[in-house]
């Protein structure tokens, strides 16, 4: 922007004008120096914004995020409400951070066996307080490390025949009050209780249910069953918060393809089961991948969403696959060709070595080479080549990270010409 010079300076002439001059932009020179030394909230924090959705891709804050991610499902079977270790998640979460990984999917509950009060007719009426103090922890390190968290709420395990409670949990899926109670008393405090938290990213409903609706041990219970838990479940959470929701099935081709028309998630279908409550809805799709489903649908990370099968609708994340890389591939393979043919997100399994599959040793050299080749797409708004050991931000009112460094900022320095 051109600075008209005051009148006085346009009607004078000779040295004092000159040197009148020269002291006034001196003057300017400093001020402007002094603006830069002050901290203006920028418009947007980025990493460790609340992840959001601008057509098919994510946004953390106004830059986009690729989930450069893994799957930490588990460190003993049902901890949360049971032997659950804050001094080991605090250190596995630190290691994500460091290898690049900058989203995580967690299991909340393996097969419903703790924390979570459920009687044998099917209703639940809560949660136990270790299982709320036990993710209180959880919460609490995600955000101090910096890793966001997609929270599994229930798998397929529920409803195996391998536990004892596994009737309570099939009577819970196959009754509509049954199903309000597990919305009412689970799905609403977990996410009443962490939704001011924005390293919660997503929620994703259920790991891999086509197993429940295809698999005897699991009851082969209706679609139309679990649909109702999905779309009430999702009424619920978008409702309450900005929470992204998904759910996490092990064929999506099969039964989440808008091209084939098999998809069981439909905002369609989902909306027949709310009374057509818009709320009834996925925000992104997360199908999971490995190389037996290769000779039916070929290999997603070297194909689009769409040749995939899905409807190109949302965005889409691999929610699972192979820590180690897929057959023929690295993982590090993997994750860079799926960047480019338009997936936003790929979650090995696992980083700690569950079902003896992956660990960092496998599954890091693949997130740390991402990170390095698209380091602002895997930690948007961050300065530097790595946030190795990060300090949590200050939070302000609403989610938003506080400005903590000048450096980000500049303001315009007046040059004085050579001739005044």
């Not at 086509?210 to 649909?227: L, P, T, V, Y």
């Amino acid at each position: 922007m051109m600075v008209p010079f005051p009148a006085c300076f346009r009607k004078r002439g000779g040295k004092n004008q000159r040197s009148d001059l020269r002291k006034v932009l001196s003057i300017l020179s400093i001020i402007a120096g002094a603006t830069a030394l002050v901290c203006v909230p920028p418009a947007s924090a980025a990493f460790g914004d609340r992840i959001t959705i601008a057509g098919t891709e994510f946004r953390a804050g106004a830059d986009r995020i690729w989930i450069n991610g893994a799957n930490t499902p588990w460190h003993s079977w049902n901890e949360f409400g049971g032997r659950y270790d804050g001094a080991w998640w605090d250190q596995h979460f630190r290691q994500l951070h460091d290898n690049g990984i900058n989203a995580t999917r967690v299991w909340i509950s393996c097969n419903g066996e703790a924390g979570i009060n459920l009687d044998s007719s099917g209703q639940v009426s809560g949660c136990t307080p270790a299982f709320w103090s036990d993710l209180d922890s959880l919460f609490q390190i995600a955000q101090n490390r910096q890793v966001y968290i997609m929270a599994t709420l229930i798998s397929f395990d529920h409803f195996s025949n391998n536990h004892a409670n596994y009737r309570s949990w099939r009577n819970m899926i196959t009754n509509g009050c049954n199903i309000d109670s597990m919305v009412d008393h689970y799905v609403v405090p977990f996410v009443n209780r962490y939704k001011e938290n924005p390293w919660l990213w997503s929620i994703d409903l259920c790991n891999e249910p086509d197993w429940i609706h295809e698999n005897a041990r699991c009851g082969k219970i209706s679609w139309d069953w679990i649909q109702t838990y999905f779309a009430r479940a999702a009424v619920a959470i978008h409702a309450n918060s900005k929470i992204l929701v998904t759910v996490g099935f092990s064929m999506g081709p099969k039964y989440n393809s808008g091209i084939h028309r098999t998809n069981v998630v439909s905002d369609a279908a989902l909306r027949a089961k709310a009374d057509g409550d818009s709320g009834a809805r996925l925000d992104f799709y997360a199908p999971h991948h490995y190389n037996w489903m290769n000779a039916a649908w070929g290999n997603p990370f070297y194909m689009s969403p769409t040749a995939y099968g899905l409807d190109g609708t949302r965005p889409v994340v691999i929610g699972e696959c192979p820590a180690k890389g897929t057959a023929g591939h690295t993982a590090a393979q993997d994750y860079e060709h799926g960047c480019r043919n338009g997936w936003q997100g790929a979650m090995g399994w696992t980083s700690n070595g569950v079902d003896s599959n992956g660990g960092l040793a496998v599954l890091g050299p693949a997130t740390r080479a991402f990170r390095d080749n698209h380091y602002r797409l895997v930690f948007p708004g961050m300065a530097g080549s790595k946030a190795a050991n990060p300090v949590a931000p200050e939070w302000n009112e609403g989610g938003s990270v506080a400005a903590s460094a000048c450096s980000r900022f500049s303001a315009p320095i007046f040059a004085i010409p050579s001739n005044l």
